[in-house]
């Protein structure tokens, strides 16, 4: 097979709303043929920087693979058991109306090929399986009903070859097709990453069968580095054709953008596409559209079925298998119980002492989600229609309060194991940005849409938090929470503007604090380099509030114990920054550094502003969550958007 290579064990026109009917592409339904494709077999990722073994794994002998056709060489075996490899069994079971699966071949040559069930412990057996002998492009089906997959359990495929090879030519899982098809459409919300969306779009255009799912691919460019403006999109253009709609706007941040699109899709309420939302900053797998449609089309009722993220740096490691957000905490992305959690997929798994298995980390167990991140989330035409856009939180939380919202009017959110992508890995972004802002205003805004939370709770998070910021010199931070509670207390009337305004503050506020630049490494200012030393942390204190408390009382005596050192990003706590006068430490990026300096002035201040902040929202968050909640029509309405979008 030209362009292949050996393996050993391893692994458009642009379209502005006004020309929608002009240029209308296919219907958002179509009828489909007697059979719909779940998920290609894949063997190998669409770049080159994704691993083969994610897709198929040579046990013994060799293969050579395409990314959809495979050699298995004589006297070999290889497996499907795979994370983009293995079919989620138990979620086609339990949300959609799918009773059976086939495993649909094109073959030549001999050897035996079998179909491989797990149960909810990770226990296999063997469902169906067929010696081969002689094959010439020739059609095999296996089958398997789905009706013994509830709490868990996976399907794949395993190969083995004899004296003779087997050419697998093609390898589809397929599903009985619904009367009416719904296509998909694509919302690409993007800002200032014009290379990174420009590649998602090649990646798409370079995908005929993904794209054939498709009804049109939107992109939401509000930056001022356009998409547009690179050289790659004529070409773009010409291979997306009338799929393509191009928009741009002033920046409303991920809310206004994703909005936009959702917008524009759902036009003709609940008989338009199904509107699958994507990051710019993904490695996108186009199968990742294929299954999430396919899926969407066949649940028992609309359901948002939402994609799986791997980290883009660390491309094995699977980021959670399923999320909720702690509401008396104010954290999103926590793990459902039982789900993987920031696993490497090629990694044996441990046992609760920290004990090899001898299993590969998989996650068998069927878990249910609360609500899915936005790096890749189909919502149906349906549940737009009742529930309306996004609230205007500009970015931050965005998704998740769709997702709950959803949620409380009936709607479910599956996260579909085997449909995922590659996303920026958020811990080597430092949490000392000027979003953190929108992240602390918008948890109080969702927990006060969505939960009962004690305003006590709430407060004694914040001045947990508020404290740690000022133990750790990160003084800039503190202001940056006590502006996003004052904002808070301002009430709904606040998100008026879609975000702008409070954007462009929290800059204009955070660059009086010089702790908030990062600097490089080698250049800090009215520092050498060279006479800093590196100091690093003692162990975690096993009675964090004593130290807590000891740490403060040196702070008000002006007791330290380094006058300088250089800290690495580990040892960033708050019980080892507490200790410094001044420190320069790693930004989470690791592209530089910050420069901390202690000033007991400014601490004071900080904490009395917090003082004050914290008992309103202790007095006033009864009120205001009766104030958000009755906004929230007003706010989610076409209206609202129309009038953002001045359209």
Known sequence: ??????????????????????????????????????????FRGPDPVCPDDLYLQVEHGSAVRERQRLLVHAGSSVTTDTYFGRFPASYWQRWTVVDQVDVELTLTGSGRVSLVASDPAGETRVVAAQELTGLRSESVTLTVALDKFVDGGFLWVEITTGDDELDVERLRWTVAAPER?????????????????????????????????????????????????????????????????????????????????????????????????????????????????????????????????????????????????????????????????????????????????????????????????????????????????????????????YGYRARHNGFATVTLPGAGLWHADFDWKDADKWNEYFAVRNALIVSTLHSETDPKQSARVLVARITRNLLSMEYGLAATLIKAVEDFLRGPEFLHDGGQAAAKEIRRMRAEYPDTVMHPAGDVPGLKSGSVSMVQAGPKPSKTRLVMLKRLIYLAMGRTVHQLGAVNRKDATWWHLSQFDTAIVTDGSQEGVRLRKRDREMTIKLAKDAARVVRRLMNELPRLRAEYRAAVPELVSRDNWRRLYDL
């Open 181 to 401: 098809l719904r296509q998909t459409s694509v919302v690409i919300c993007t800002f200032n990453r014009a290379d990174d969306c420009t590649k998602t779009l090649q990646s798409l255009g370079r995908d005929p069968e993904s794209l054939a799912v498709l009804d049109a691919i939107y992109v939401v460019d509000q930056g001022t580095d356009t998409v547009s403006s690179r050289d790659a999109f004529p070409e773009i253009q010409r291979t997306l054709g009338n799929r393509l709609r191009y928009l741009q706007q002033p920046n409303l941040g991920g809310a206004g953008g994703f909005g936009r699109g959702m917008y524009e899709v759902t036009e003709r309420g609940a008989d338009g596409a199904n509107v699958l939302l994507m990051d710019d900053d993904v490695l996108c797998e186009p199968e990742i559209a294929i299954r999430l449609s396919a899926f969407a089309n066949r649940t028992t009722e609309p359901t948002l079925v939402g994609g799986q993220m791997l980290r883009l740096l660390h491309p094995t490691v699977l980021l959670a298998g399923a999320e909720y957000a702690d509401f008396a905490q104010l954290t999103p992305g926590k793990v459902v119980r039982g789900a993987l959690d920031d696993v490497d997929l090629l990694a044996e798994e441990v046992d609760d002492d920290g004990v090899p298995t001898g299993m590969v980390n998989r996650g068998d167990r069927r878990v249910d989600a609360d609500y899915n991140a936005w790096w890749s989330c189909l919502i149906p035409a349906e549940v737009v229609a009742e529930i309306g856009l996004p609230l205007p939180l500009f970015f931050q939380w965005d998704d998740v309060e």
């Open 1 to 42: 097979m030209p362009g292949s290579s050996p393996t050993t064990g391893e692994a458009a026109a642009t379209v502005q709303p006004s020309e929608r009917a002009a240029a209308e592409p296919s219907p958002a339904v179509r009828e489909p043929s007697s059979r719909l494709v779940a998920q290609r077999g894949l």
